[in-house]
């Protein structure tokens, strides 16, 4: 796993780290600045700077010791760290939270901006008759 996921692990943590953060941004992401600016203005976009920001200040604080704790995933670093019966219940949360609600509200954001980018190559409305182009949309 680590020869696959991790190449061996011969990046330094601070670049893993960096690497992690810019994974953030995604298609969905000039969807989002679009958004913002039409929505607010330009003065909008400081949300998103805060978060690169943020994003790579975890990065350069906590890479090293995620390295160091030899653990590939989140939920590894989440038993090491939080480990024993009487944090079960912390860890059960965590992992209901992550694994349905946070991964649903993403997955919905993500296929909202498929749709969107899509709709633009695939004009569904002209080439299904009316009545189904209404019930699905």
């Not at 601070?14 to 679009?34: I, K, Y």
């Not at 590939?72 to 992992?95: H, I, M, N």
Request: hydrophobic content about 60%.
């Amino acid at each position: 796993l680590d020869e696959y996921f991790l190449a061996g692990r011969p990046i330094k943590g601070w670049r893993a780290g960096v690497s992690m953060s810019a994974t953030q941004f995604a298609a969905d992401t000039p969807l989002l600045v679009s958004g913002l600016v039409a929505t607010a203005g330009v003065f909008a976009l400081w949300r998103l700077w805060i978060y690169g920001l943020a994003f790579l200040l975890l990065a350069w604080i906590f890479a090293s010791g995620w390295r160091r704790a030899g653990v590939l995933t989140d939920a590894e670093l989440t038993r090491v760290r939080y480990s024993g019966p009487a944090v079960v219940p912390l860890r059960l949360f965590k992992a209901i939270y992550y694994g349905t609600v946070i991964n649903c509200v993403v997955l919905a954001m993500v296929l909202v901006a498929a749709i969107r980018i899509a709709e633009v190559f695939l004009p569904w409305h002209e080439w299904l008759p009316g009545g189904v182009y209404e019930v699905i949309m």
